[in-house]
């Protein structure tokens, strides 16, 4: 029995009753959507919000709908308005991913495992997110970050995490660093403007970073060579979605200044399994269909390109609106639906394991994430599925 799902589709929840489908819906090229739609993002700024208001403005005159964009200032606070139902969708990064597999804050008595589907996502030539130094610091590679102060996001565990991993590829920790606790992405970046911290975690082409470049501090970011495979391994060990690429495209970067880094999808667009199937079909269709009328408009969004679904490689499951889409448009394969049925069967595994742990867990919150983090384990590697982390 999955986690339940609460409020799901309310028709009026803190003020946001635009989110409801039963408003009157708009048709225009076969595209059937609600007059409202809602994302929740990243910070105002952030890769994400840019491109999720660029998308809205062509959604606005297509479709004469309003695209309402909600940036959230952590993890919980994107998946939250989903979970409840003021949101149809994240365009999020890997909390998403968190969510499923109920780590981190997402392993709250009050979270556990999420039944989270995705719809569609993007895949630009920039990178989702690598180590950013100050450029007047002493901090050139990712073996210069021992005894630095490094920004930490308060339940940002995306972020966070990706932290840890860059740490690994060269066999540290946060306890190997001086940890500067901010309470938001954007916090992050002005901790690092105003010297309180010298390392921050973002995405090559988030439009803020242009304030760190041109601040006299600078930026440089640091790279993660591929030659090190032990290194990379490690890193791999904590974000198995990422994969060792080449970003051209970002601030102050090109076809002549690459950076080496670890690639995933951001932003992706996801929601959860008791979404309706016609928005997310709709919203497929319509971000398939008016590509061309978006791609251009901001930093990363031709990362949305059909072609640039790898439906083979997700990491958890796709929506049954974005299946129907993709299987009419002929880019659902055997390779993807079985990698589909591998990707539902973790998350029952994990739902069950959630289920049977919370029976008898304690109300002490040290000792029940623990336990579970144990229980996860031992549920995954029953399976021989990866782990991703055995503790927090």
């Given at each position: 029995m999955r986690t339940k799902i609460i409020n799901k589709f309310a028709l009026a929840i803190a003020g946001l009753s635009l989110v409801t489908a039963s408003t009157m819906p708009v048709h225009a090229a076969d595209v059937d959507l609600p007059q409202a739609l809602v994302w929740t993002t990243y910070d105002t700024g952030s890769a994400g919000f840019n491109q999720a208001v660029a998308i809205g403005s062509v959604f606005q005159k297509e479709y004469d709908i309003r695209l309402r964009v909600i940036p959230g200032r952590n993890d919980i606070g994107r998946l939250s308005p989903v979970r409840s139902g003021r949101a149809h969708f994240a365009a999020d990064g890997s909390p998403s991913t968190y969510a499923q597999e109920g780590l981190f804050d997402f392993g709250a008595q009050e979270w556990g495992p999420q039944p989270i589907r995705l719809a569609m996502w993007s895949i630009s030539d920039s990178c989702a997110v690598t180590m950013v130094a100050a450029g007047d610091s002493d901090i050139k590679e990712l073996g210069d970050l021992k005894g630095q102060k490094v920004a930490y996001v308060q339940a940002a565990s995306g972020l966070n995490n990706a932290v840890r991993a860059f740490l690994a590829y060269e066999n540290m920790t946060w306890e190997d660093v001086d940890k500067v606790v901010v309470g938001s992405w954007s916090a992050a970046l002005d901790a690092v403007l105003n010297g309180n911290a010298d390392v921050l975690a973002a995405s090559c082409n988030t439009s803020q970073l242009v304030r760190l470049e041109s601040s006299p501090r600078g930026l440089h970011f640091l790279s993660v060579p591929p030659e090190n495979k032990e290194g990379i391994e490690r890193a791999l060990s904590y974000m198995p979605w990422y994969l060792p690429s080449v970003a051209t495209e970002?601030?102050?970067?090109?076809?002549?200044?690459?950076?080496?880094?670890?690639?995933?999808?951001?932003?992706?667009?996801?929601?959860?399994?008791?979404?309706?199937?016609?928005?997310?079909?709709?919203?497929?269709?319509?971000?398939?269909?008016?590509?061309?009328?978006?791609?251009?408009?901001?930093?990363?969004?031709?990362?949305?390109?059909?072609?640039?679904?790898?439906?083979?490689?997700?990491?958890?499951?796709?929506?049954?609106?974005?299946?129907?889409?993709?299987?009419?448009?002929?880019?659902?394969?055997?390779?993807?639906?079985?990698?589909?049925?591998?990707?539902?069967?973790?998350?029952?595994?994990?739902?069950?394991?959630?289920?049977?742990?919370?029976?008898?867990?304690?109300?002490?919150?040290?000792?029940?994430?623990?336990?579970?983090?144990?229980?996860?384990?031992?549920?995954?590697?029953?399976?021989?599925?990866?782990?991703?982390?055995?503790?927090?």
């Amino acid at each position: 029995m999955r986690t339940k799902i609460i409020n799901k589709f309310a028709l009026a929840i803190a003020g946001l009753s635009l989110v409801t489908a039963s408003t009157m819906p708009v048709h225009a090229a076969d595209v059937d959507l609600p007059q409202a739609l809602v994302w929740t993002t990243y910070d105002t700024g952030s890769a994400g919000f840019n491109q999720a208001v660029a998308i809205g403005s062509v959604f606005q005159k297509e479709y004469d709908i309003r695209l309402r964009v909600i940036p959230g200032r952590n993890d919980i606070g994107r998946l939250s308005p989903v979970r409840s139902g003021r949101a149809h969708f994240a365009a999020d990064g890997s909390p998403s991913t968190y969510a499923q597999e109920g780590l981190f804050d997402f392993g709250a008595q009050e979270w556990g495992p999420q039944p989270i589907r995705l719809a569609m996502w993007s895949i630009s030539d920039s990178c989702a997110v690598t180590m950013v130094a100050a450029g007047d610091s002493d901090i050139k590679e990712l073996g210069d970050l021992k005894g630095q102060k490094v920004a930490y996001v308060q339940a940002a565990s995306g972020l966070n995490n990706a932290v840890r991993a860059f740490l690994a590829y060269e066999n540290m920790t946060w306890e190997d660093v001086d940890k500067v606790v901010v309470g938001s992405w954007s916090a992050a970046l002005d901790a690092v403007l105003n010297g309180n911290a010298d390392v921050l975690a973002a995405s090559c082409n988030t439009s803020q970073l242009v304030r760190l470049e041109s601040s006299p501090r600078g930026l440089h970011f640091l790279s993660v060579p591929p030659e090190n495979k032990e290194g990379i391994e490690r890193a791999l060990s904590y974000m198995p979605w990422y994969l060792p690429s080449v970003a051209t495209e970002g601030v102050g970067l090109s076809e002549d200044n690459p950076l080496a880094v670890l690639q995933a999808p951001y932003p992706q667009l996801t929601t959860y399994e008791d979404q309706s199937e016609e928005v997310v079909y709709n919203t497929v269709k319509a971000l398939d269909i008016h590509y061309d009328d978006y791609k251009d408009n901001g930093p990363g969004l031709y990362g949305w390109e059909l072609s640039r679904q790898k439906v083979e490689d997700a990491f958890m499951p796709y929506h049954p609106g974005a299946i129907r889409y993709y299987k009419e448009v002929g880019i659902w394969t055997d390779a993807a639906e079985e990698n589909q049925q591998q990707n539902l069967k973790r998350q029952d595994v994990l739902a069950e394991a959630w289920e049977a742990y919370v029976e008898t867990a304690s109300d002490d919150e040290e000792a029940f994430n623990q336990g579970w983090m144990e229980a996860r384990k031992k549920a995954l590697d029953a399976q021989g599925m990866t782990t991703i982390l055995d503790s927090w």
